[in-house]
């Protein structure tokens, strides 16, 4: 069984020691991409941890309880794309009936998230490490934090660099990955805390 | 022939995947710490690309217009599969260096986009040739990049120690902050191309920017119709009466471009 210390160290080693952005390269698109404000930034990465934790626990439950017993593991990816794509429109339109509120802060950023490959990554990663069904929904919790911490991080920066003046090749993606990159390198010294 | 000559010559230089039209960012920067990784994820993701387009272009005529993502996507993940499977069976280091990234394939850009742009549109044997040529040009793009960071990492390309001793290897270029610097150069670089061209007046509209927007934003050529709800243009959400597994890519136009970053930058300012 898995203790509550496992699960801690399981929540500081996904969200900030293998930074599932700098360090895994998941989910970069979303990251480069809807990274210029940080209040839409700080929109994106909220639904991305709502997605990634139900998505995780979606998957998990699919994967022990339907794939398992029939013997048919090696549909894994298979189903679990779907999964996702199905359970990305069932929130969308559960929120919208139900929960009209947070649906207008998240409505937009849901549909991005479909195809953010870092949801499908944790699904299969829980999968290979063999993770149970509660340590997945930690797992898939933590990176989904460790995503929103890099992306307010990022677009933090990118709010600044936009007054500076950078040589004309560099100016858009260049430099933007520049940043990333040096994030990687601040974010391999958490490297140590584990 | 010609054609099939002219798909691999389109894949490999014209519109190279990584190079021009800059797709697939995700598995370019995560599995290039070797030249040897590199090349087994391109050849991986041009078997995937190649059956997957001539599947689907072989299928176009039934495969209905609305569900035709969905259906894609399956199509491309039973791909995924029994490449995993074949390579578990035969290469298992390569599968375990390459990790993740294998089953990933299936949220590859690349692929989505080439069938819904090419495939879905074209006989099967023209799009088994795009396939090929647009897999290769992955390929290539990977194997460079790969020996880049690692003769600069580890100073050894295919793992054969090249660089003379006095040379200390640069240890970032291997870690995951190396990939983002190189692809940082790379896209430099192809900025710089693209204001030369523009300045002795040549069309650079076909080199894209690829995935520094969302996937599913991503409009360049290659993801053609695969735009979803874009944030910059605060559209509304879609509507709920859409089925579920269903895409809400097809309500977008095709081929509106997004012609540079910085147009999108400026009217997102304004807001």
């Known amino acids: ?194 | 022939m010609n054609r099939a000559g002219e798909r691999l010559y389109n894949g490999l230089v014209k519109e190279n995947p990584t190079f021009v039209m800059m797709l697939g960012m995700c598995p370019t920067l995560a599995v290039t710490t070797s030249a040897m990784n590199g090349l087994g994820m391109g050849l991986t993701t041009t078997a995937v690309l190649a059956m997957s387009n001539l599947f689907i272009s072989a299928l176009r005529k039934i495969i209905p217009e609305r569900v035709r993502i969905p259906a894609f996507i399956v199509i491309i993940a039973s791909f995924v599969t029994i490449v995993q499977l074949l390579l578990q069976a035969y290469l298992n280091d390569l599968n375990k260096a390459l990790g993740v990234y294998i089953p990933l394939i299936v949220v590859n850009c690349i692929i989505l986009g080439r069938a819904e742009s090419f495939a879905y549109s074209n006989p099967p044997i023209a799009s088994l040739f795009d396939g090929i040529g647009m897999g290769l040009g992955f390929t290539v793009a990977l194997t460079c990049i790969g020996i880049v960071r690692e003769l600069l990492g580890a100073g050894e390309i295919f793992g054969v120690h090249v660089m003379p001793d006095s040379f200390t290897p640069i240890g970032i270029f291997v870690l995951a902050p190396g990939a983002f610097f190189v692809l940082a150069g790379l896209t430099a670089l192809q900025n710089y191309v693209k204001i030369i061209g523009a300045r002795k007046g040549k069309d650079m509209s076909r080199i894209g920017s690829g995935c520094s927007q969302d996937c599913m934003n991503c409009d360049v050529k290659g993801c053609g119709k695969r735009k979803g709800k874009s944030l910059d243009e605060g559209k509304k959400p879609p509507k709920p009466e859409k089925a579920a597994g269903e895409d809400k890519k097809e309500e977008q136009e095709p081929g509106m471009e997004i012609p540079d970053l910085r147009i999108i930058d400026l009217t997102k300012d304004k807001k």
């Open chain 1, 1 to 194: 069984m898995t203790t509550v210390r496992d699960l801690l160290i399981l929540l500081i080693s996904s969200s900030l020691v293998s930074n599932v952005v700098l360090s895994q390269f998941l989910g970069l698109c979303p990251f480069l991409g809807v990274s210029r404000k940080t209040n839409t930034a700080a929109g994106m990465g909220v639904a991305v941890i709502f997605v990634i934790t139900l998505a995780s626990a979606v998957a998990g439950i699919i994967y022990q309880y339907v794939l398992t017993p029939l013997g048919i593991e090696y549909l894994q990816t298979i189903v679990f794309i779907l999964v996702i794509a199905a359970l990305v429109q069932f929130v969308e339109m559960f929120l919208r009936k139900f929960v009209p509120a947070l649906y207008q802060a998240l409505g937009v950023y849901l549909p991005l998230i479909t195809t953010n490959c870092a949801v499908l990554g944790v699904a299969l990663t829980n999968v290979q490490k063999e993770y149970g069904i509660l340590t997945g929904i930690v797992n898939g919790f933590a990176t989904a934090v460790g995503f929103t911490i890099a992306i307010i991080i990022l677009a933090g920066i990118r709010e600044k660099i936009a007054y500076n003046d950078i040589p004309k090749p560099f100016q858009g993606m260049p430099i933007v990955l520049l940043t990333a990159g040096l994030m990687a390198i601040a974010f391999c010294g958490f490297s140590g805390l584990l």
